[in-house]
């Protein structure tokens, strides 16, 4: 049970300092307009809901199925209302600098989520289930197409990176389990945070 509180705190400490830096790099110039409101609400409800749901992956070993049920559909949502409110040039700046692009989100969850769900399809879930294909949905409507390249490297190199770290203290490949939802949140946040540079 300590060793769970630990993880616990260790991932809030983490959302709180991704917070602090994208306040501090994204949010310099405040000017209290709701555009500015509203973007700091997404911003913590969405990156909140992505570090509980990574949490809840490492701990429990599953998606957390109605939260990211939830989210997806938000996402869906705001990406459909502002391809509808302004057509194909509806680019938005967020926090600063990350480009929020409706059309390219949408083709993104497109490609990510057809992608997964082969994956589950072919491996009869057992290299991948479903919440993982809500996942890769999510992540295409946050990022975009533009940006999976750079997500998939993230995603890929750091899970291969963890999984290596378990061999070596577990000292076993077959029957090793490693939950995936945290470096697909990870290659996320890490293209929030590269776009504010």
Same mark, same amino acid.
């Given at each position: 049970m300590a060793k769970l509180l630990n993880w616990k705190y260790l991932f809030i400490f983490l959302y709180l300092l991704f917070l602090s830096f994208v306040f501090y790099k994204g949010f310099s110039s405040f000017d209290f307009s709701l555009f500015s409101i509203l973007e700091i609400i997404f911003l913590i409800l969405i990156s909140g809901g992505l570090f509980y749901l990574s949490y809840y992956d490492f701990?429990?070993?599953?998606?957390?199925?109605?939260?990211?049920?939830?989210?997806?559909? +938000?996402? $869906?949502?705001?990406?459909? #209302? &502002?391809?509808?409110?302004?057509? $194909? %040039?509806?680019?938005? *700046?967020? =926090?600063?600098?990350?480009? =929020?692009?409706?059309?390219?989100?949408? /083709?993104? #969850? /497109?490609? $990510?989520?057809?992608? =997964?769900? &082969?994956?589950?399809? +072919?491996?009869?879930?057992?290299?991948?289930?479903?919440? %993982?294909?809500?996942?890769? /949905?999510? *992540?295409?409507? +946050?990022?975009?197409?533009?940006?999976?390249? #750079?997500? &998939?490297?993230?995603t890929i190199f750091s899970s291969l990176f963890y999984g290596l770290i378990m061999v070596r203290e577990k000292k076993k490949i077959r029957g090793l389990h490693i939950p995936f939802v945290p470096f697909m949140i990870l290659g996320v946040l890490s293209m929030f945070c590269w776009f504010l540079f």
């Open positions: 701990i429990k070993m599953e998606v957390h199925n109605l939260l990211s049920l939830v989210i997806m559909l +938000l996402l $869906l949502l705001i990406n459909i #209302a &502002l391809y509808r409110i302004y057509g $194909l %040039d509806s680019s938005t *700046v967020l =926090f600063g600098g990350y480009i =929020f692009n409706p059309l390219s989100n949408l /083709i993104g #969850a /497109i490609i $990510l989520g057809g992608i =997964f769900q &082969l994956v589950v399809l +072919l491996s009869k879930e057992k290299a991948l289930g479903q919440g %993982d294909v809500r996942i890769a /949905i999510m *992540v295409g409507l +946050l990022i975009g197409q533009v940006n999976l390249i #750079a997500w &998939l490297y993230i």
